[in-house]
């Protein structure tokens, strides 16, 4: 399991606001020992940090509630500091949930002799799909560059042995938006199971983007089902 922190050091300055908050700061332990109870006791040893390299998204939500927690603590308002700390949990536990979900689709579908199908779909960061792209950016072009095409780039991922991945890449003048998904999404299940046929099952894990919310995706899925 990860935390919602990415350095120790947050984990700890937390820790040490809200012996603050309740008064008992004289309690505290060093930083040190912090980290070594952290890192080493067996209560502990499923917990880790992401690192950097793991380039996960910030939450939005998380993040919302990580700063209306300062605030509550700063307040020195106990009530408030308590109700916004449990809705940061219940937010972890319904995240935790719905990846455990996801990971148990993913697996059954990896299982022989499976009825189910599970795939994951994104759509990356459009910042980083410019074209041309540099490492490192000519001066000479820079004002040329400022018209670059911001290329859409969505993948998915059928889960099986082995997993199977798909690819598409649409030019800037086509929206990045629900139409874009449900054309990959058809494209791709065509192509995956244009020999063996589609399966009765489909797990599909998306983000909680807004257009992966839409009543086009919706309608998509109910197109699918009809179709059997």
Not at 45 to 50: H, P, V
Not at 120 to 125: E, L, S, V
Not at 147 to 176: E, K, R, S, Y
Not at 207 to 222: E, H
Request: with cysteine; hydrophobic share 40%; aromatic share 10%.
């Amino acid at each position: 399991m990860l935390t919602p922190f990415r350095y120790l050091r947050d984990i700890y300055e937390e820790y040490l606001e809200d012996l603050k908050a309740s008064a008992s700061a004289e309690y505290a332990v060093s930083p040190t020992w912090f980290a070594h109870v952290f890192r080493c006791a067996p209560e502990l040893s499923k917990i880790g940090i992401a690192t950097s390299k793991e380039n996960f998204g910030r939450c939005s939500i998380c993040g919302d509630l990580e700063e209306a927690i300062r605030k509550a603590r700063f307040a020195g308002n106990a009530e408030l500091l308590a109700r916004k700390k449990q809705e940061r949990l219940d937010h972890i536990l319904h995240e935790r949930a719905d990846k455990k979900s996801y990971y148990a689709h993913r697996q059954h579908a990896r299982m022989k002799g499976t009825t189910s199908i599970s795939c994951i779909i994104d759509k990356m960061d459009g910042n980083k799909n410019r074209f041309p792209s540099f490492t490192r950016p000519p001066k000479a072009a820079a004002d040329e560059l400022n018209d670059a095409m911001t290329m859409h780039v969505v993948g998915i991922i059928f889960h099986g042995n082995p997993d199977q991945p798909h690819l598409f890449v649409a030019p800037p003048h086509l929206a990045g938006n629900s139409n874009l998904n449900c054309e990959c999404m058809m494209r791709a299940v065509c192509d995956q199971f244009k020999e063996s046929g589609m399966l009765p099952e489909l797990h599909v894990q998306l983000d909680n983007a807004s257009d992966n919310k839409s009543r086009w995706i919706l309608g998509f899925f109910k197109w699918l089902v009809k179709l059997g």
